[in-house]
Every structure is written in C-alpha cells, then in structure tokens.
C-alpha cells in the first residue's frame, strides 16, 4: 500500500481509506458482521491505515472491536464526522463538537483524530445538497467558522485532533469554505460521475489544501457489475431518483468512453487517485473480496489529471 501526503502537512494516508459506513449492520445497510469485520482484519493486513468513521453510521461497535486488538500496534490515521451545527441546531455548539471528538477516541482505540471532516448543516435535510440551503449557510459560515477554530485549535492543543476539513455539501459552499482559510483541505465525494469540485483544484492547490475523495463507486453503481443498472433487483435504493443524475452521466461516458476503458470498478479507484491533490479514496468495502479489488487498482497506475477534465466536460455537456 502506497502512502501520500495530505496537502502541505507532514501527514501521511494510506491511498486507499476504510470507509465504515456500511460494511457491517449499522443505520445504512445490513451487511453481514463478520464478513464486514474479516473485510476490515484484510485492509489493515494489507496495509490500510486510515480509516474513515462517523457516529452517524452505526458501525462503530464493530470497527471499536476489530482496532482494539490493533490498539498499540501499526499506528492508524482516524477522518472522523462531526456535524456542527446539525440540522437543528441554530448555531456551532463548542461542547457537542468536543463530545464528538472525545467520544470517537474512546470508540476507536485512538489517540488522535488525523482529520476531522466538517459538516455544517443548520437548514432543513431536505435543501443541505441543494443550492437553496447555501445563501443561509454561507452567511452563518464566517460565525460559525471563528467558533469551529478555537474550539478545534484547543482540542489540537490536547493533541486530540490534527487537521480539520470541511465536507461542503454543494459547490458554492465549498468556494466559500476554500476561500475562507479555515480549513486544511477538504473530504468529500469525488468520482466518474461527481466532478463538481474541479472547478476549486486550482486555488485548493495555491493554498496548500488536500482533498480526500470518497464514494468512487457510488454505491456500487459505477462498477462492472452495475454498469447497467437495469440489472439491478426491483426495488434497490441505487435505483432510487437520488441517484438518477449518476446513472444518466455514467451512462454518457460509458457511450463517450467506454471503448478505452478495460475495467470501470478499477477505473473508478484510479480516477479518485489521479490527481497529486488527493491524498487518499475513502472506500466502502464489506468483503475480502472487494478489499482486495480496491487495493489492486491502487497500484501507482492512474491516469492523467487531464483525463479528470475530460470527464468533467462529458459530465457537465449540455
Ligand atoms: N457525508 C459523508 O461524510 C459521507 C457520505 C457518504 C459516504 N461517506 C464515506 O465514504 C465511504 C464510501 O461511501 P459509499 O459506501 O457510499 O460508496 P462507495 O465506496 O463508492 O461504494 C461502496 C459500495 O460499493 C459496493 N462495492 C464495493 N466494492 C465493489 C466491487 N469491487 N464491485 C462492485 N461493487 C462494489 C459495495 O456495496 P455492495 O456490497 O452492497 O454491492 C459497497 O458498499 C463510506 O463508508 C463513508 O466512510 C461519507
């Protein structure tokens, strides 16, 4: 396992990141535990470092169970969630943002949280990824920011956190928290068919940040398996209307594109890689066998960061 380093920091990740969201039953999925926990035993056995968690998942009791018998061990690199304020909160509340951070300590094993992704919501579930929630988020955010870094700047003062990230939810909240100077980088979906955040590669570079990608399969959607997603059983979530953009753009490259590529689900790791300002791609893996899918296309073979900006284009083609 290759490692590389986030932004300008002398942190180091492992390419390819644990994501723990669905790999064992948990609030999003009911994968089988021991199949999840033997697919997480396989990713560290294999040179997996960095694991990305959330109290959200529901999952934590499994990865706690597995990292104790590590604790001491290979030294981990821990992204974790914190979601400050949260959709019903009406301001950035110091104390929850520390509980957050001091429980995933105890949960993990860990001494130190490397990376905490921030996510502010504070509007209503139903607008966070659409661009009606930003002109509310984007005036709370220079608030919210001042009371995010001293509370985050104590905690690293404890040694209890490294860098902190921001997970934008929408492009222009991502222009705004980039500009803003508040955080080291960003984490935050990135793959064959959500390119949105090409446009702010160039200034995250100009400022040192890093950008750690994350679901490059969608869900398993952009893999050989469901290329065609009419092959998925009735009544699947992937097949939900959430999702449709995704479909309709991995559809358009596949017909722009298909013809060059050998494999997507290899590709679809490659791609997260491709550019030095991604340190790492956070996986979801629930099987040895999608462990050693995932590491295998993480070989040092990606493509061009100009193959990023053709894809942007068939993307965003009108
Ligand atoms: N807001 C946030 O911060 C946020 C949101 C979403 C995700 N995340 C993080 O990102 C991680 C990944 O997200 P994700 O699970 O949504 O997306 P993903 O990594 O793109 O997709 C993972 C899913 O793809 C399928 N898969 C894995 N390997 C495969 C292979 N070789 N061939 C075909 N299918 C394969 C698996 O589903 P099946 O086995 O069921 O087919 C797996 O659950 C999460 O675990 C979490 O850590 C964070």
Redesign the pocket.
Known sequence: MRHRRFGKTDLELSEITF?????VPGLH?K?DLEAGKAALEAALANGVTTI???YE?GTRYALGEVLAKHAGSARLQHII?ATVPDYDDDRFIPEKFRDMVETALRELHAERIDIV?H?QRGVDKGIIYDERGDPARIEAMPTVNAALRETFDKLRDEGKVGYLCT?PHTPAFAEAAIESGAFDGM?A?F?LAETEMVPFFDAMRERGMGYVT???????L?????KDPSKLPAGDPRLGPDLAHIRERFQRLQAEIGSEVDSW?SL?VKFALADPLFPSV??????V??VE??IAAADGDYPDPAFIRRVHGINTKR
């Open positions: 994501g723990a969201m669905r790999f999925q994968n990305h968690s959330s998942y969630k992704q996510l997970f984490v979906f793959n994350m679901r490059p399969y969608c869900q398993g952009l893999t050989d398996k469901w689900t679809a956070i996986v979801g893996m629930n099987t066998e999608q899918t995932a």
